[in-house]
T-cell receptor, first 113, second 117 residues
């Protein structure tokens, strides 16, 4: 069965510093890949997605992610973090067809001044 | 366009009571999903529906039931609530599974916070 691993439960970065959140998946074929963000008390919002083509994907709020097939990874990056980026981030994997997404357990991002 | 609405926003419920969480979407998405979110466990799929009239079990279906009488509504029922069902519940939808352009991208509602005492 497919699975998604987000190795970091909680990350703290300084405002203005760069950020990388890790995501690894386990599946034989290339799945659809997603990053969602959840602000406190809110639902999930899509940051970006990868289906095919260019392995570097741009998303909203200045985020990007790179798909690396050899590493089965889809890490999320941002060059300069803002205090408003403090939230929970979820990586998700989907297959074609009728299968629901499988989510990682999330990484909580704290931003300090 | 409202997207996905969920009701109630929050609820405190006595154990043993029956409760239905409502979910409505106006995007004409065929697929709908129910997740529960618990600290340290992320989002876990409870039930899903690929199209009106069909439902399927997710990772944690026990104690929950769903129905999909039409495209827009996907209620989740707890027949006899237990404290372990205290959680935040999210409803989501996605465009037509298997159709051209299907991407599995899911859109989420704002959630229902349920406390079972």
């Amino acid at each position: 069965a497919q699975s998604v691993t987000q190795p970091d439960i909680h990350i703290t970065v300084s405002e203005g510093a760069s950020l990388e959140l890790r995501c690894n998946y386990s599946y034989g074929a290339t799945p659809y890949l997603f990053w969602y963000v959840q602000s406190p008390g809110q639902g999930l919002q899509l940051l970006l997605k990868y289906f095919s083509g260019d392995t570097l994907v741009q998303g909203i709020k200045g985020f990007e992610a790179e798909f690396k097939r050899s590493q089965s990874s889809f890490n999320l990056r941002k060059p300069s973090v803002h205090w408003s980026d403090a939230a929970e981030y979820f990586c998700a994997v989907g297959l074609s067809g009728n299968t629901p997404l499988v989510f990682g357990k999330g990484t909580r991002l704290s931003v300090i001044a | 366009i409202a997207g996905i609405t969920q009701a109630p926003t929050s609820q405190i419920l006595a154990a043993g009571r029956r409760m239905t969480l409502r979910c409505t979407q106006d995007m004409r998405h065929n697929a709908m999903y129910w997740y529960r979110q618990d600290l340290g466990l992320g989002l876990r799929l409870i039930h899903y529906s690929n199209t009106a009239g069909t439902t399927g079990k997710g990772e944690v279906p026990d104690g929950y039931s769903v129905s999909r009488a039409n495209t827009d509504d996907f209620p989740l029922t707890l027949a006899s609530a237990v404290p372990s069902q205290t959680s935040v519940y999210f409803c989501a939808s996605s465009d037509s599974p298997g159709g051209s352009g299907h991407t599995n991208e899911q859109f989420f509602g704002p959630g229902t916070r349920l406390t079972v005492l």
